[in-house]
């Protein structure tokens, strides 16, 4: 009977700080866990891993909505309330790799507060961390989480996944890899459905990252593309970029028998499609081909695109607007 008495009170308490779901298929159980999304109060929060236990793992910070949803491999598996940067300390917002993951880390600006569970986006002050959830902007500029939501998303998510903060809301939506921006599959993907530019010059430079998370940023205004590893830029090429977007977008590559792209767009799209640039229009993008081979080939489920009309100039990157900020 004491061991039943346990058992309840541990039923309950986990009824407390995540609602119960429905059980079934993943795509039921994600159905219903957007339902309850938006009736969650300050401080609540809901996480269910299980609904797709593979895959490349990405954060939407909705700072108008105050809440972060995660979405693995495409589908939504959990989403929390959130209290964001207050007034003269906004959170930025942009696209952002995790950097650095530490479960006990204390501030180094703000009397040595406890940032339980944190997950650094910027060297400059920056990260998702357990704290108070008043119900409205409350930070210095971080994104605090419910204790309990910050601990077990610490261990859903990886070091150098994607956290995209923006202001408005739009969930991912699926697409074909395209053209240029198609994985080397086996040694057998398809050349791309139009001429790359044959003498077109690059540089590239492995050496400079070895190893790490790989980010692809694909700048229309300056009409180049730069490839980065671990935060590093190791290779960069011009391009012919058709489709000029407003909106900055993201998208994740992920892996399986049928390899494809989790596009989200970074702003409100009030009411459109979250579409990035039109698989035509990427494959109309002509960029060297040995640069393309390279890009291909370091490209592995999690690489993540952003396509802005951000500069990418060596003078801008990640400072004209966030751009897998890692800079000091």
């Known amino acids: 009977m004491k061991n039943m008495v346990h058992l309840l009170a541990a039923g309950l308490l986990l009824a407390a700080s995540a609602p119960a779901l429905a059980q079934g298929s993943a795509k039921s159980a994600s159905l219903e866990l957007a339902k309850k999304a938006d009736a969650l109060k300050p401080g609540e929060w809901l996480l269910y891993p299980e609904i797709a236990p593979d895959g490349p793992t990405l954060v939407y910070v909705d700072l108008a909505r105050q809440r972060a949803t995660v979405y693995r491999n495409g589908v939504r598996i959990g989403v929390s309330t959130i209290s964001s940067g207050k007034k003269g300390n906004s959170t930025p917002t942009g696209v952002f790799t995790i950097l650095q993951k530490n479960k006990d880390h204390r501030s180094s600006t703000y009397d040595n507060a406890p940032m339980p569970y944190m997950q650094r986006l910027t060297w400059r002050g920056v990260a998702l961390h357990a704290?108070?959830?008043?119900?409205?902007?409350?930070?210095?500029?971080?994104?605090?989480?419910?204790?309990?939501?910050?601990?077990?998303?610490?261990?859903?998510?990886?070091?150098?996944?994607?956290?995209?903060?923006?202001?408005?809301?739009?969930?991912?939506v699926n697409r074909p890899v395209a053209g240029v921006l198609a994985p080397t599959l086996a040694g057998v993907t398809p050349a791309p459905a139009t001429p790359l530019t044959a003498g077109g010059k690059y540089t590239w430079n492995e050496a400079a990252a070895p190893d790490g998370p790989t980010s692809i940023i694909i700048s229309t205004g300056d009409q180049q593309v730069v490839v980065l590893r671990n935060g590093v830029e190791i290779g960069r090429a011009h391009a012919v970029v058709a489709q000029q977007t407003s909106e900055a977008q993201v998208m994740t590559l992920a892996g399986g028998v049928n390899p494809h792209w989790i596009?989200?767009?970074?702003?409100?799209?009030?009411?459109?499609?979250?579409?990035?640039?039109?698989?035509?229009?990427?494959?109309?993008?002509?960029?060297?081909?040995?640069?393309?081979?390279?890009?291909?080939?370091?490209?592995?489920?999690?690489?993540?695109?952003?396509?802005?009309?951000?500069?990418?100039?060596?003078?801008?990157?990640?400072?004209?607007?966030?751009?897998m900020d890692t800079s000091d």
């Open 131 to 172: 704290g108070n959830l008043p119900g409205y902007p409350a930070s210095h500029g971080c994104v605090r989480l419910p204790l309990e939501f910050a601990k077990r998303l610490f261990t859903v998510t990886e070091m150098g996944g994607t956290v995209v903060i923006a202001g408005g809301h739009e969930d991912p």
């Open 263 to 323: 596009q989200v767009g970074v702003s409100d799209l009030t009411g459109e499609p979250a579409e990035i640039i039109s698989t035509e229009r990427v494959e109309q993008m002509r960029l060297p081909h040995e640069f393309v081979t390279k890009m291909r080939a370091a490209m592995k489920p999690g690489t993540t695109v952003l396509v802005t009309q951000a500069s990418v100039s060596q003078d801008t990157t990640g400072r004209e607007q966030t751009v």
